[in-house]
């Protein structure tokens, strides 16, 4: 049964401390997405790759953030130096295709809180 | 500006009763519609999928309907159970000026079904 895994599954950190969430998308799967989950904004799109390239960084804060695929089978995203406001849950997801319309499907989420 | 909308915020019925979510878009040029179920502390899963030219698209005992006129969609739980109780988010793809397709999140519709 495969799966999106994400490690670790919680964070608590302080602020100003360096974070970074990973994530190994499904075997095969071309896309690579981040999200961040809040109650107040609901789920909000920070990165998209598509074979490992970047194609859409606008919905991430650039001066903390970073997301990169050194290789096909793992997927990281860093805060640096991360503050209160980033606390959230960080979810990574894949698919096939590219194209918009591929099913994404979701790893279990980081959940992080700084203090 | 494109937004999704859903309604009610949250829900709460008897295990085996049906209910209603609706979801009201204005997101355009649309290409598709989905709905996603997020279980507690878990990442969404996919449970359809509309195409503008669909109207109706079952699975199992959720029946999802678009009328992309009044740019509305609905999600109809049947004979609900204790596994039904979860987030329902609706999703709502649209080109964006570079031709490329975007997603817009809803908020996610709160079930709660009680024994």
């Known amino acids: 049964d495969a799966r999106v895994t994400q490690t670790p599954r919680h964070k608590v950190t302080e602020m100003g401390q360096e974070v970074t969430m990973r994530c190994q998308p499904i075997?095969?799967?071309?896309?690579v997405f981040w999200y961040r989950q809040t109650m107040m904004q609901g789920l909000e799109l920070l990165a998209y790759?598509?074979?490992?390239?970047?194609?859409?960084d606008s919905g991430m804060p650039k001066d903390r953030f970073s997301a990169e695929m050194p290789d096909a089978t793992l997927a990281t995203l860093k805060i640096q130096p991360s503050e209160p406001r980033d606390s959230a849950v960080y979810f990574c997801?894949?698919?096939?295709?590219?194209?918009?319309?591929?099913?994404?499907?979701f790893g279990p989420g980081t959940r992080l809180l700084v203090l | 500006k494109n937004q999704v909308e859903q309604s009610p915020q949250s829900l709460i019925i008897l295990e085996g009763k049906n209910c209603t979510l609706q979801?009201?878009?204005?997101?355009?040029?649309?290409?598709?519609l989905r709905w996603y179920k997020q279980d507690t502390g878990r990442g969404p899963v996919s449970l359809t999928i509309?195409?503008?030219s669909e109207n109706t698209k079952s699975n199992g005992r959720y029946t999802a309907t678009l009328d992309a006129d009044t740019k509305q969609s609905s999600l109809h739980i049947t004979a609900s159970q204790l596994s039904d109780s979860a987030s329902y988010i609706c999703?709502?793809?649209?080109?964006?000026?570079?031709?490329?397709?975007?997603?817009?999140w809803g908020l996610g519709t709160s079930l709660g079904v009680n024994p």
């Open positions: 997801a894949s698919g096939l295709g590219g194209t918009g319309q591929e099913t994404q499907y």
């Open positions: 075997l095969g799967h071309n896309t």
């Open positions: 790759f598509r074979n490992r390239a970047p194609l859409d």
């Open positions: 979801c009201n878009y204005t997101v355009s040029p649309f290409s598709n």
């Open positions: 509309m195409t503008f």
């Open positions: 999703v709502v793809s649209h080109f964006n000026a570079g031709n490329n397709r975007k997603l817009i």
